[in-house]
T-cell receptor, first 113, second 115 residues
Framework: DVKVTQSSRYLVKRTGEKVFLECVQDMDHENMFWYRQDPGLGLRLIYFSYDVKMKEKGDIPEGYSVSREKKERFSLILESASTNQTSMYLCASSLPGSTGELFFGEGSRLTVL | AQTVTQSQPEMSVQEAETVTLSCTYD???????LFWYKQPPSRQMILVIR??????QNATENRFSVNFQKAAKSFSLKISDSQLGDTAMYFC????????????FGTGTSLTVIP
């Protein structure tokens, strides 16, 4: 079974702190994604990566950056956390050009005080 | 741009009954995929069912089936014999054909199965 593991299920941070959310997948998937999930807004794409060291902006990249130094790991970085970044963050992976099933992690719920 | 609309924020159904969740989408693409994902409370999101737009036959997976109306751009999910474990958030999603990376999600429908 594909496994997508997010390093932290729950985090509480203070405004202005730098926050790292880590995601690791074990199925050698080329594509990896970071989504933000908010009630009534569904899933919104922050960034995705289709290869090591490659990244593409999604719909809401402002305030976020990403890093993909190894194929299995995709990190989301909040350089200076703000209260409006309090949310559920979902990592996912998939194979390129396939029928496109996304495999999701369990999510990281971030609260910024 | 592609949009996916789920007009039912919340629904409930009695255990063992049938429920239908609605989804409409807007696209100018001819080849694409549609998905229903399930997110149980505090658990990870999983794929429920997938439909290729070029296939006329509606997809089925055990108690889950879809009603795909391509001309109407409608993609509803029917859950038969509802079980308590079906309680979850359900998301409809659209993917451009073979891109593997351009997904568009609806806002979700929260389904509660009542014992």
């Amino acid at each position: 079974d594909v496994k997508v593991t997010q390093s932290s299920r729950y985090l509480v941070k203070r405004t202005g702190e730098k926050v790292f959310l880590e995601c690791v997948q074990d199925m050698d998937h080329e594509n990896m994604f970071w989504y933000r999930q908010d009630p009534g807004l569904g899933l919104r794409l922050i960034y995705f990566s289709y290869d090591v060291k490659m990244k593409e902006k999604g719909d809401i990249p402002e305030g976020y950056s990403v890093s993909r130094e190894k194929k299995e790991r995709f990190s989301l970085i909040l350089e200076s956390a703000s209260t409006n970044q309090t949310s559920m963050y979902l990592c996912a992976s998939s194979l390129p050009g396939s029928t496109g099933e996304l495999f999701f992690g369990e999510g990281s719920r971030l609260t910024v005080l | 741009a592609q949009t996916v609309t789920q007009s039912q924020p919340e629904m409930s159904v009695q255990e063992a009954e049938t429920v239908t969740l609605s989804c409409t989408y807007d696209t100018s693409e001819n080849n694409y995929y549609l998905f229903w994902y399930k997110q149980p409370p505090s658990r990870q999101m999983i794929l429920v069912i997938r439909q290729e737009a070029y296939k006329q036959q509606n997809a089925t997976e055990n108690r889950f089936s879809v009603n795909f109306q391509k001309a109407a751009k409608s993609f509803s999910l029917k859950i038969s014999d509802s079980q308590l474990g079906d309680t979850a958030m359900y998301f409809c999603a659209f993917m451009k054909h073979a891109t593997g990376n351009q997904f568009y999600f609806g806002t979700g429908t929260s389904l509660t199965v009542i014992p």
